[in-house]
């Protein structure tokens, strides 16, 4: 029996009675990041690593919530659990399970750049992988960290030299802790919407060191932005919030932007290639890193993944799951933008990757600037 099953809710450890980022409401959850597509509402209880508790909280609400640190193994019913870093945001992990002598690994999203920020990616020897495919091409193909970080900041002072506020729309968890790594260097007023300072204000709570940044509220006049920068997550695009700023030059952070034609076809000033995912490269090296003699491929390019790994003499197949509708739950800016409800509605809403792959080289309409 397979250690893990693919049912209609989710990952099952049927030995450990517990699922892993379920997409249904489950008895028990072990999350491996704090992304809407991986953690959902209605479980009984959670178990996730100690760095992303705090998150789930923001996103999820009060439950019944248990964490563990990297490396730290329990057992649930026989079945040995511990959580390594993953590299994909703040506190995600990848779940080892074991039991009667056989090891799965279940990758969540991950991605093998240390950031700086959520720890650097560690593989897991294993005799099962099961990993994400969302950039799964080989027409992506990162750039380091550095490169990109000194794209948007010279585009950020060429926004100032020409009189416009640079908006840059980036996911509010990850990615945007990532980009105030060097927006520092440019300016030191940072305005940010109001679920990315939610987010901000739950991991200083927790403890992290971060860059100052102010809220956008309705009272601040136009002026106030002046020489600042904008953090706003990828719906906020063409919405009247965003319009305040006028006038803005927007600049998109996703892995999609890696495609020329994404930039245009999603009517932006800029786009810059940062991507909280592996690339196709990544992607290999970490599987290839844990020596499984099985892979299981979920949400993203399955089948060109499957296909090369098939092919390369690793066995591999795809799996179908309900990842990757990755969406920004507008509770996260509640509470700064209360009074902009109409404004900031649908700031959020965002779907993962795109929804027809083929779409996807010729820049699809169905890109999601939050990867």
């Known amino acids: 029996m397979a250690l893990i099953e693919f049912s209609d ?76 870093p993953a590299g994909h945001m703040i506190g995600s992990s990848q779940v080892r399970i074991e039991h009667n002598g056989e090891v799965w690994v279940v990758s969540g999203d991950y991605k093998v750049e240390d950031d700086g920020l959520s720890g650097p990616f560690a593989p897991v020897p294993c005799h099962t992988f099961i990993t994400e495919s969302t950039f799964g091409l080989p027409v992506y193909d990162w750039k380091p960290q550095s490169e990109i970080f000194t794209q948007v900041q010279d585009w950020v002072r060429q926004c100032f030299h020409n009189g416009k506020r ?77 319009k305040r700023f006028s006038p803005s030059a927007i600049g998109v952070c996703s892995g999609w932007m890696q495609v020329r034609g994404n930039v245009r076809r999603s009517n932006v000033d800029a786009g810059f290639p940062l991507s909280d995912h592996a690339d196709w490269k990544g992607l290999l090296q970490a599987i290839r890193a844990t020596g ?33 509708d990755e969406t920004e739950e507008t509770v996260l800016g509640s509470e700064i933008v209360q009074t902009d409800t109409a404004e900031v509605s649908n700031a959020g809403e965002e779907q993962e990757h795109p929804s027809t792959q083929n779409d996807e080289l010729k820049g699809g309409a169905n890109y999601d600037p939050e990867d």
């Not at 940010?192 to 403890?207: C, E, M, P, S």
């Open 9 to 84: 809710k989710g990952l099952y450890c049927r030995a450990g009675g517990f699922y892993i980022d379920p997409w249904r409401p489950v008895d028990r959850a072990v999350i491996t990041h704090a992304h809407s597509d991986h953690a959902r509402m209605g479980s009984k209880a959670y178990l996730c690593h100690t760095q992303c508790q705090p998150l789930l909280q923001l996103r999820l609400g009060d439950n019944a919530y248990q964490s563990l640190e990297w490396e730290t193994p329990i057992y649930i019913n026989g079945v040995r659990l511990s959580l390594h």
């Open 166 to 242: 640079p908006v840059l729309l980036a996911y509010s968890l990850g990615k945007a802790q990532r980009l105030l790594q060097c927006l520092p260097e440019v300016t030191d007023s940072i305005y940010v919407h109001g679920a990315i300072w939610n987010a901000q204000q739950a991991l200083l709570k927790a403890g992290w060191a971060l860059p100052d940044v102010k809220p956008v509220t309705p009272d601040l006049p136009k002026e106030t932005f002046r020489n600042s920068v904008i953090l706003a997550p990828p719906g906020a695009d063409g919405s009247p919030w965003i």
């Open 292 to 324: 499984a003699e099985k892979v299981f491929v979920t949400h993203g390019f399955q089948s060109a993944l499957s296909r090369y790994l098939t092919e390369t003499g690793i066995e591999a197949g795809e799996v179908k799951t309900e990842y990757g």
